[in-house]
């Protein structure tokens, strides 16, 4: 008796739309590999969407030292609808467009100041964060060859 050979006959798509294809309904693809599909494009929107250059940036304060060589200067980082807005903290030259290395990082940030406490001395304080980034130190080589040195404290705020 002979054997009836059967063949999957994939029905070419009409429209693409964000990477997902429609087929028409005399499409025989369905289970795995369509889930297989839906899957990648999925993952693909979605690390898509985590392209950090895709933020916005906006300084939302600059803040210069007592003995006028350094600024502090914090950013508002906007990625989104799907995520918090993220402050950084950076030290700069005086009058610097460049920012450099950021001196600290968070998000769900509520309360965020900085103040310089005396000449070479900057305080971070918030009411909570979310701390990702934090170091207690800045120097440069634009400024005395890594010689100025800024020291940074961080505090939670009552």
Known sequence: MPTKSTQLEF????????????YSTKSQMSGAPMNKLISLTITFLLLNGCDSSKCGSEIVSRELSPDKRVEAVVSKVNCGATTDYSFKVYIVPTG??????????SDHTVGLRTSWIKKQRLSITYEKARIFEYTNFWQSKD??????LVSITEAIRD
């Open 11 to 22: 029905a070419k798509p009409k429209w693409v739309l964000l990477g997902l294809f429609y």
């Open 96 to 105: 610097s467009d460049s920012l450099g290395n950021q001196v600290f990082l």
């Open 143 to 148: 400024l005395d060859n890594f010689e100025y």
